[in-house]
């Protein structure tokens, strides 16, 4: 995100404010008790339970112990986990201080279409009768066949600019907004954390009233060590809206900035005075091995190897194309270069992006990209950020990227192809057409922008008329960094008709209130 400037539930984080007076690992008031960490007994899952990447058959489930432990996955297809016939028990990993006593457990061979219960059990490794109290979550898989209907939602930014978990507003009450939707799965566009913004107990907000977060030690600082970065994604967890969400929805995730620092780059030598870490290639290190600790993602392995862009197959009406615009882009310039083979995706993830798009063929081809295509968002006052850059004549600097990318599937007649993303943290909706554009040689298609999830409101940023984006609807404060408790916070919402294949966009503000919506037809290269 282009906007602004990251901790957990650790042994001496404390909740500052009216209500808690004690700083002795109190319980944070908000919408009900969160974990303590380390208490006697039996090892215990205070931080939930997630489930990511699912499929017609498989998933990944997710979990933290507050000690070493082996975790246990049973599965049913009932919540009372009575039908013997049904339940199935999943070996998963020791959980141990090298993945910070996270880990994740492959689940495969389950019904399509179907409502799966769990329970994640967390044994003792050395008495495996001692065991914990099971946490348990739900999810349903994707269907197999093309008459069932398929909704998700997507969003992004997370406890951006200072605007923490605040125990008045009922914390991250936008998630309970979102689970009563009852989505197949949920989409984070990045920002799942913002480590270079910290929390701090109290902000003053314009009209004299009072913002007070929940803070934790780690989040009292920019996130420099690994285990800041691991601090900075407890956080978040520390909210029983997101963890109730969390049992209920699965979730594909991708990252961008703001999980290393604004604006970052491979390569890039900060220039900041918190930091006394300023290379961003040792940030961003450290900062995706804790994200692959604190999300399961099927491309990722708990150590950060592995990669984040993918394709997650959501049975055939619906493919998911995770992109990663982080980690492979060149530095941030002017960007008016008249070539430029990396772009933002560099040439392999492009290749790879190709193909699977002209591999697929599901009904509708959702492009996650964690950056928008034609806003122009700046880094400073001459260099940009995401593709865009202002000109609106012929494809410049990354630009010419993403012309490869859409002649490609014009000439390959990738038919289906919708664009979503987050970052500018408003929302909007933006038609793309040859007629309109210096570029010509692509099929028309639609970009929704949607977000934040808790993060300040910005004024929206200008469009680049090279792709002849056409702004359809819009709305964003008019001033920078405006609070959640003064603006609306926003997520979005696709819904795939099983019956005629329609697919429908709904922007949607915090409580529910749909602001936007469009319907799209099936079986189109451009629309």
């Given at each position: 995100m282009a906007q602004g400037?990251?901790?957990?539930w ?5 909740l500052?404010?009216a209500?808690?007076g004690?700083a ?5 008031a908000?919408?009900g008790?969160?974990?303590?960490l380390a208490r006697?007994?039996r090892p215990?899952?205070d931080?939930g339970v ?6 017609t058959?498989?998933?990944?489930v997710?979990?933290?112990s507050?000690r070493?432990?082996?975790?246990v996955v ?8 009575r039908a013997?016939?049904?339940?199935r ?5 020791l959980?141990?201080a090298?993945?910070?006593?996270t880990?994740?457990t492959p689940?495969h061979g389950?019904p399509?279409?179907?409502q799966?219960h769990?329970r ?7 008495d495996p009768?001692r ?12 269907p197999?066949?093309?008459?069932a209907?398929v909704?998700f939602l997507?969003?992004?930014d ?11 507003r009922?914390?991250y009450r936008v998630y309970?907004d979102?689970r ?6 949920f989409l984070c566009?990045?920002d799942?954390?913002?480590?270079d913004n910290?929390?701090?107990e109290?902000?003053t907000?314009p009209?004299?009233r009072i913002?007070r977060?929940?803070t934790?030690?780690?989040k009292a ?6 285990q800041?970065?691991r601090?900075?994604?407890r956080y978040n967890?520390l ?6 969400f969390n049992?209920q ?6 990252w961008?900035?703001h999980?290393?620092?604004n604006?970052?780059y491979?390569?890039?030598?900060l ?7 300023k290379?961003?290639?040792?940030l961003?290190?450290?900062?995706l091995r804790?994200?692959a600790?604190?999300f399961?993602?099927?491309?990722l392995r708990p ?8 394709v997650?197959h959501h049975g055939p ?5 995770v992109?990663d615009?982080?980690?492979?882009r060149?530095?941030n310039?002017?960007d008016?270069q ?6 933002i995706l560099?040439?392999e993830q492009?290749?790879w992006?190709?193909r ?7 009904v ?8 928008p295509l034609?806003?122009?968002?700046p ?14 004549g012929?494809?410049l600097g990354r ?6 990318l859409?002649?490609h599937?014009k000439h390959?007649?990738v038919t289906?192809t ?5 970052d500018v943290?408003?929302t ?7 007629e309109?554009?210096a570029f010509?040689?692509?099929?028309p ?6 977000g934040p999830l808790?993060?300040?409101?910005f004024?929206?940023?200008?469009l680049?008329?090279t ?9 964003a404060?008019?001033r920078?960094?405006?609070s959640?408790?003064e603006?609306?916070?926003y997520?979005?919402?696709?819904d ?12 949607r503000?915090?409580?529910g209130?749909?602001?936007f ?9 451009g629309?």
């Open positions: 400037s990251g901790g957990g650790g042994r001496r984080a404390v500052r404010g209500a808690a004690s002795a690992l109190a319980l944070p908000v919408a008790a969160a974990p303590a006697g007994g215990s899952a931080w997630q489930v990511g990447d699912v499929t058959s498989s998933g990944l997710w979990v933290r507050d070493p432990a082996r975790m049973q599965t049913a297809a009932t919540e009372s986990f013997a016939k049904t339940t028990t999943w070996h998963g990993p959980l141990g090298g993945t910070d006593f880990g994740v689940l389950l399509a279409g179907e799966v769990y994640v059990l967390l044994a003792d490794p050395d009768r065991t914990g109290e099971p946490v348990t979550g739900t999810f349903r898989t994707a197999e066949g093309r008459h209907d909704r997507w969003s992004g997370l406890a951006g600019q200072g605007w923490g978990i605040n125990p008045d009922g914390g309970e979102m009563r939707r009852n989505p197949d799965f566009s990045g799942n954390i913002y480590a910290p929390i701090t109290r902000v907000l009209d004299g913002w977060n929940v934790t030690e780690e600082k920019v996130a420099e060590t690994l800041e970065f601090g900075a994604f967890l909210d029983e809206n997101l963890r109730r049992a929805v699965p979730t594909i995730t991708q961008d900035d999980e290393v620092h604006n970052w491979p390569g890039q030598l220039d900041d005075d918190r930091y006394a870490e290379r961003t290639d040792v961003s290190a450290r900062s804790a994200f600790e604190y399961p993602i099927r491309t150590d950060g190897t592995g990669r984040v862009y993918r997650v009406l619906l493919d998911v194309f992109l615009m982080r980690r492979y060149n530095a310039s002017p008016r008249t070539d430029d083979p990396q772009g560099g040439a492009l290749r992006l190709k699977e798009l002209s591999r697929s063929r599901a509708w081809k959702v492009i996650a990209s964690d950056m034609g806003l122009v968002v880094d400073g006052r001459t260099n940009f950020e995401a593709v865009a850059q202002g000109d609106p012929a494809p630009e010419l990227q993403l012309a490869e859409l002649r599937i390959a007649r289906g919708v664009w979503i993303t987050a943290h408003y909007s909706a933006q038609h793309y057409a040859p309109r554009a010509q040689d692509f099929a298609f639609w970009e929704f922008v949607s808790n993060a300040g409101g004024q929206a940023v200008k680049d008329g792709f002849g984006p056409e702004q359809a609807f819009l709305k404060p008019d920078a960094n405006v959640p408790a603006s609306p916070q997520f979005g919402e696709i795939i008709d099983g019956g005629s294949g329609e697919l429908t966009v709904r922007l503000q915090e409580g209130d749909v602001l919506s469009k319907v799209l037809q099936p079986g189109r290269v629309q």
